[in-house]
């Protein structure tokens, strides 16, 4: 009785946010664990009982597509079904393509939650057993991932397969993945202005505020230092001010990135504070620890690294007129 294949929507609809993501890598991993067999009722045989737990075990591979979503695929043999005063047993093994959806909880460990698709073999071995199936049907899971260094990970998961070849197998193990690759962030474009009469040339403004270790709080004194930024953005209708979180390389890539993103929105709070300005003159971007500036070896370099780069473009300023060049 071979199932449909069942789409998952959301595998396919990603494509379109690839390119964007700072945090792109590929992974490769194996797992080994136990799996059950339950609801027997429906098997292609007679089944009603399995004398022992069986040992399971894959490889998988992905794409992480962004900091919270990853493309999966991989091969698992789920084990040896021996059935009770029978000579044979089954072998049942799986290929599956899911999406994997992660939520840091810390710096080193995400939870995760699995959906997609799998291809299963449901194999007769041995006398007394005759029937064999195969095809498509549902799959779903989740985990936790412990991120030991910036490579490495190790994975504690669950992962339901539901029917088959009739009964619904579930799985339960350890793993481990290796990680490589980052994709390069998208560099804002700066702004040209072309003058028709007389210009004056206003000078770029910079500066880069400091934080704590894992905090996104800016502090009273580094908010006043942001006077310069909101009397540009105040009195030059054509200003934008680009705001760039960075952190030290303490922690994962992706608990890294959201914490940079928080560190410049709260940089770009502070200038919206006293003046009313249109979103889209702030640009708002997270590079994790893509950048450092110093040495990450030392204190003294990562405390560096911890840092809102606040930049806004040198801009000249027309004494009747100025156009902005397309």
Known sequence: MNKAFLIIPLAFVVSNSVHASNNSSWYVGARAGASFLTNMDDAVTSVTQIEDTNFAGGVFAGYQVTPWFA???GYTHLGNAKLNNRQGSYESQ???????????????????AKAGAFY?????IGSGVDSNDNGWAPTAGAGLEYFINKNLSARLEYQYYNDVGGPDIQFAGLGFAYHWGNSTPNIAPKPVYVDQVTVTTLEVLKLSVPF???????????TDKLTPFELRLKEQGAT??????HTDDKGSETYNQNLSLKRAQSVADALRQHSSIDDTRIIVEGRGELEPVASNNTKEGRAQNRRVDIISPSIDVETVTQVIAE
């Open 71 to 73: 493309l999966e695929t």
């Open 94 to 112: 799986v290929a599956d393509v899911v999406t994997k959806f992660s939520f840091s909880a810390t710096s080193h460990l995400d939870v995760y």
């Open 212 to 222: 704590d270790f894992d905090s996104s709080t800016i502090t009273k004194t580094d």
């Open 240 to 245: 934008k001010v680009y705001v760039i979180g």
């Open 120 to 124: 299963y073999d449901w194999n007769a």
